[in-house]
Nanobody, 114 residues
Framework: VQLQASGGGLVQTGGSLRLSCTAS????????RGWYRQAPGKQRELVAT???????NYADSVKGRFTISRNIAKNTLYLQMNSLKPEDTAVYFC?????????YGQGTLVTVSS
């Protein structure tokens, strides 16, 4: 599986961004897809996940502001981020979780200026 993320950038506090992550290759057996982020000097943390059954899970810090969704036909995962805060600044990674393990794509940098 190859994961290609895009959509990061610089935005002011209160602004919005939409991240995209397209999967290619063998995606058989994928159970869930998600977004994680890693801020400078911090560990990678979960942002949101979406199972193949359509169940979502969000970190408390982003609930009500971020929305995870997908386009099955395009094998693309999205993360709509609204009301962005400086503490959302991080490199955002998409991933897949499958019976064979987990894989992360390359990150996309999101910078929120105050």
């Amino acid at each position: 599986v190859q994961l290609q993320a895009s959509g990061g950038g610089l935005v002011q506090t209160g602004g919005s961004l939409r991240l995209s992550c397209t999967a290619s290759g063998n995606i058989v057996g994928v159970r869930a897809r998600g977004w994680y982020r890693q801020a400078p000097g911090k560990q990678r943390e979960l942002v949101a996940t979406l199972t193949t059954a359509g169940l979502t899970n969000y970190a408390d810090s982003v609930k009500g502001r971020f929305t995870i969704s997908r386009n099955i036909a395009k094998n693309t995962l999205y993360l709509q981020m609204n009301s962005l805060k400086p503490e959302d600044t991080a490199v955002y990674f998409c991933n897949v979780a499958a019976a064979w393990g987990m894989k992360y794509g390359q990150g996309t940098l999101v910078t929120v200026s105050s």
